[in-house]
């Protein structure tokens, strides 16, 4: 069965540093989806991209955050000058045209 | 705006029960709901979703959930638990339809006793 793949699984980063987020998404979905769950919060939407462009974001996605779709088959999500308070799991997701998402195992970024 | 409560962070049921994991909405169009589940170091897989056609939806692994407008629920059952079933559930909403802007709700862990 076709699935998302995040990679790292765990990412460790300095206060300030930039990190990048990799996704690879379901090859035949045009929709593309980051999500974040702080430790003990919910999940939240960060932002959705189609066409190579973003679609929706949240309020949360602000100039720190960017994502970028570099060729085919990768979608990242940026954080320019990571905060302690950028700590969470980040998930990707990708759909079809239909209602469904799937969704990948997620990355943990902690800010040290 | 929209969002989902879940009621109880934590249900444990023995082997056999019933599950019933609760959920109600708040949307001010006609939403569209969804149940995920997460098992331990793994993403969220979609259990069943509601768009506006019947009331009464079925998904995978045996669980159902029912559309109570009148109730504003979505509420999750499963008839006999199994210990496989053991994971953390979430409750969203959308207004769109889509996977974008999903609105999640807190989780509930469901401990499936011998």
Known sequence: ???????????????????????????????????????????????????????????????????????????????????????????????????QAFFGQGTRLTVV | AQSVTQLGSHVSVSEGALVLLRCNYSSSVPPYLFWYVQYPNQGLQLLLKYTSAATLVKGINGFEAEFKKSETSFHLTKPSAHMSDAAEYFCAVTRTGTASKLTFGTGTRLQVTL
């Open chain 1, 1 to 99: 069965e076709p699935e998302v793949t995040q990679t790292p699984s765990h990412q460790v980063t300095q206060m300030g540093q930039e990190v990048i987020l990799r996704c690879v998404p379901i090859s035949n979905h045009l929709y593309f989806y980051w999500y974040r769950q702080i430790l003990g919060q919910k999940v939240e939407f960060l932002v959705s991209f189609y066409n190579n462009e973003i679609s929706e974001k949240s309020e949360i996605f602000d100039d720190q955050f960017s994502v970028e779709r570099p060729d085919g088959s990768n979608f990242t999500l940026k954080i320019r000058s990571t905060k302690l308070e950028d700590s969470a799991m980040y998930f990707c997701a990708s759909s079809g045209t239909g209602t």
